[in-house]
């Protein structure tokens, strides 16, 4: 059974860093052909990919936001991190983890969602 | 402004079919046969509905179904129940520029 969970700030000041991890279960990143991405979604708005992490360390970017965008796994700790950098209101979305399949084209378990705020 | 291209509403009677189209381009929908639909209700992260243009994943309902014509991608659901009122997302694969989504389209069940 698979499970993925968001964690991380609720709310962080605009140009500051943000942190999020998602914790995972019932996968494993060091198997041939896993991996995990990330996700975001305005409120009220639509769904934008920002980042996929593979089991041999591949990454791939959005590239509208690759500049600022920084994904990393610990396998041990079935985690996977994305950091933001130079947060700006705009950047306020509830923030998902997923597991894709394929080569990373669809999703088919996704966590709950983190909700995070870009306010001074 | 999303990468692919949703009516941003949708509706139908109980019993009735309807289909939402989702239009990206030939770098996107039209060069790989790797689309895939979103559920979402209000609150609730996305669920998959399709995949790979009109495959369902275990658990998904016969009455959803998927197709594609070119450029262009469309999601079908037959027999419309009120739990079908939700939001839906196209996604397709796109190369060297990842995965990208569409802009949603909300249906209503009437």
């Known amino acids: 059974q698979i499970t993925l969970k968001e964690s991380g700030p609720t709310l962080v000041k605009p140009t500051q860093t943000l942190t999020l991890t998602c914790t995972f279960s019932g996968f494993s990143l060091s198997t041939s052909g896993v991996g995990v991405g990330w996700i975001r979604q305005p409120p009220g708005k639509a769904l934008e990919w920002l980042a996929l992490i593979y089991w041999d360390d591949d990454k791939r970017y959005s590239p509208s936001l690759k500049s600022r965008l920084t994904i990393t796994k610990d396998t041990s700790k079935n985690q996977v991190v994305l950091t933001m950098t130079n947060m700006d209101p705009v950047d306020t979305a509830t923030y998902y983890c997923?597991?894709?399949?394929?080569?990373?084209?669809?999703?088919?378990?996704w966590g709950q969602g983190t909700l995070v705020t870009v306010s001074s | 402004q999303s990468a692919l291209t949703q009516p941003a509403s949708v509706s139908g009677s109980p019993g009735q079919s309807i289909t939402i189209s989702c239009t990206g381009t030939s770098s996107d929908v039209g060069s790989y046969n790797l689309v895939s639909w979103y559920q979402q209700h209000p609150g609730k992260a996305p669920k998959l509905m399709i995949y790979e243009v009109s495959k369902r994943p275990s658990g998904v309902s016969n009455r959803f179904s998927g197709s594609k014509s070119g450029n262009t991608a469309s999601l079908t659901i037959s027999g419309l129940q009120a739990e079908d009122e939700a939001d839906y997302y196209c996604c397709s694969y796109a190369g060297s520029r990842g995965v990208v989504f569409g802009g949603g389209t909300k249906l209503t069940v009437l």
């Open positions: 997923a597991h894709p399949q394929g080569s990373g084209q669809y999703f088919d378990y």
